[in-house]
């Protein structure tokens, strides 16, 4: 809200073909409370970045930061190229309007630990609103590619049922089928499987597995060890609102470097 | 561990046969309660002033359907201004700009403040202020003389005030700017009983503002918006009797009355009244079903039960998972 500082003014760089999630120096506070102390993250194409760390580190918020779901207060990040949430001109940052936010965040899926399925529709409904409501496009295409996603996460037939009908696991894989619906270039997990029952988790991981074998990139805040390590091919641990440690998972994890990291993978692991 | 169903040692017990629990405070209230109604239909029956024949043949006599016909357009259209202003006082009041917030707090504020029935007068009295009432460029007059052009007059049209606020126009005006004010207080309450996750959701599918009130948050907020809205529209037919003091005489409780002093009948007419009132808050009732019934649909029993038939009939078990939880 008030004064986003850039750095070094005219620092942000042009867009550039490098990676699909870029950003520097993120702070973002409620309040006083100061929940990111400049996280750099750089995600290319096609990788899948899990975030680690503990609850209240600022792993979640920042991954809402990346849709513009909670406005940042000093850095900046970049989607594919684009700034995320502002619009520079004239070496000047302008705020974006609601609408030109909303059409960034189309090519952004998003999946929420508590599902956040639209309980007044049923699971089709729940996949098609959105291209139907934001991409106009036509019913009879989205109604197919619809059923698809849902095939494809495993729920061709529940495409009638109202998520109140339907499992906690079931009810992500229509989170799922309903972000990829909008034919996003990235995804983003907040611990999608943190409010499943222990048996449910499988099959959440399943679908997101598939995904990242189809190439698509995802940065996946969740306490699940094992698919960070043989999903994921980067991995990035936040703590106190900065990063502590990064690389490729499998060393993290084997071998982590930082104190920190040690105590908390010895807790969860 | 076995579990013995079937082996034959282990036979079905006995069903329980137990006196069961007597419960004489029952009889006794129905014998009272016997009585009681035996005394109120005695009543009915043998009093003389209810006047039954006379109340039949008078309460749907042409001046009287007349004033049944004003009394539920009254209600509609007030009902509809209602809805439709207290949605755009809700969102008002909900919304960033401190401008609009205050604004629609001093609008609920002021209706919810002066009684119907003095806001009823004071609407058919509103033709004091104004002979005429037209739309056009504010204060042209005092902008005219600005730039010294005399009796400088901007306006696009305009109607007479005493033929317009008198009666009907005056009667919705003060019932449905009144029902504005306790509509969006309901309405408010619905929105915010939507959880924020689904507007975060819909955020995050790119949705505007716009499209998620339309789309998601309203619809979820119906279930809680419509038993209290059903209140306010029997309320609302009640308060159309208080238009006769605008005055309005197309009007249920206006005619039945007339009926009822011309002819020195004054009680067989009230009691054609309750009965008129009853009747149609009844109809009322059974809208509110229906409409409570259709915005219960995926939440709750109603909805559960309604798709549990249609999965039998699509024939399909859970495959996936562990069938329907909740």
């Known amino acids: 809200m008030t004064g986003v500082t850039v750095p070094g003014q005219a620092g942000v760089p042009a867009a550039e073909s490098g990676p699909m999630v870029h950003a520097e120096q993120v702070h973002k506070s409620f309040g006083s409370i100061e929940v990111l102390k400049g996280i750099d993250l750089q995600v290319r194409a096609g990788e899948v970045c899990c975030l680690l760390g503990p609850s209240g580190s600022g792993k979640s918020t920042f991954l809402r930061c990346i849709n513009h779901l909670e406005k940042i207060n000093a850095g900046w990040i970049r989607v594919d190229g684009e700034l995320i949430g502002y619009r520079e001109r004239g070496g000047k940052l302008h705020e974006m309007r609601e609408k030109e936010v909303a059409a960034q965040r189309r090519a952004i899926g998003m999946v929420f630990q508590r599902f956040n399925l639209f309980p007044h529709k049923t699971a089709l409904e729940n996949v098609t609103e959105a291209p139907l409501l934001v991409r106009r496009e036509k019913r009879a295409e989205v109604r197919d590619r619809a059923a698809a996603l849902l095939e494809r996460v495993g729920l061709g037939d529940k495409l009638g049922n109202y998520p109140s009908q339907l499992s906690g696991g079931q009810q992500q894989r229509v989170a799922i089928a309903r972000a990829l619906a909008m034919k996003p270039k990235l995804m983003l997990f907040d611990e999608p499987t943190s409010a499943l029952d222990p048996e449910l988790v499988g099959e959440v991981l399943d679908v997101m597995k598939d995904l990242a074998r189809d190439g698509m990139t995802m940065i996946v805040v969740t306490h699940e060890i094992g698919f960070a390590r043989e999903v994921g091919d980067s991995l990035v641990f936040i703590d106190g609102g900065v990063v502590v440690e990064s690389g490729n998972p499998r060393e993290v994890i084997a071998n982590p470097q930082h104190e920190r990291t040690k105590t908390f993978l010895a807790k969860v692991l | 561990m ?304 309604k798709a549990r038939l249609r999965g039998m009939a699509v024939g399909g078990g859970g495959v996936t998972g562990g069938g329907g939880g909740v």
């Open chain 2, 2 to 305: 076995s579990v013995g169903t079937d082996s034959p040692e282990r036979a079905r017990p006995e069903p329980i046969q137990a006196v069961p629990v007597r419960h004489p405070g029952r009889w006794v209230a129905v014998a009272v309660i016997g009585v009681l109604v035996a005394m109120f239909v005695h009543l009915l029956v043998t009093n003389q002033a209810f006047n039954w024949s006379f109340m039949v043949d008078n309460m749907f006599r042409p001046p009287i359907m007349a004033g049944v016909r004003g009394s539920i357009a009254l209600l509609v259209t007030s009902m509809l201004i209602g809805i439709v202003l207290g949605v755009v006082i809700a969102v008002m009041r909900l919304s960033e700009n401190p401008i609009l917030r205050g604004v629609s707090w001093a609008y609920t504020w002021f209706f919810r403040a002066v009684p119907r029935l003095v806001l009823a007068i004071l609407f058919g009295n509103l033709g004091i202020l104004w002979a005429r009432i037209e739309f056009g460029l504010p204060f042209d007059r005092q902008i005219g003389a600005l730039f010294g052009i005399q009796d400088f007059e901007a306006r696009l049209f305009g109607f007479s005030a005493v033929d317009i606020l008198t009666g009907f126009v005056a009667g919705m005006l003060a019932l449905g700017l009144s029902e504005a004010a306790y509509m969006a207080e309901i309405i408010r309450a619905g929105i915010q009983s939507v959880d924020e996750g689904q507007t975060e959701a819909a955020q995050a599918l790119g949705m505007t503002r716009g499209q998620i009130l339309r789309r998601i948050v309203l619809p979820q907020a119906m279930r809680v918006i419509v038993p209290p809205t059903g209140n306010e529209t029997i309320a609302m037919l009640k308060d159309t009797s208080l238009v006769a003091f605008v005055p309005v005489s197309a009007e249920l409780f206006f005619q039945l009355r007339a009926v009822g002093s011309r002819t020195f009948q004054v009680f067989p007419m009230l009691v054609a009244a309750t009965i008129w009132y009853l009747l149609l808050s009844s109809v009322l009732l059974v809208g509110q079903y229906y409409l409570e019934r259709h915005f219960a649909k995926g939440i709750g029993r109603a909805g559960q039960a």
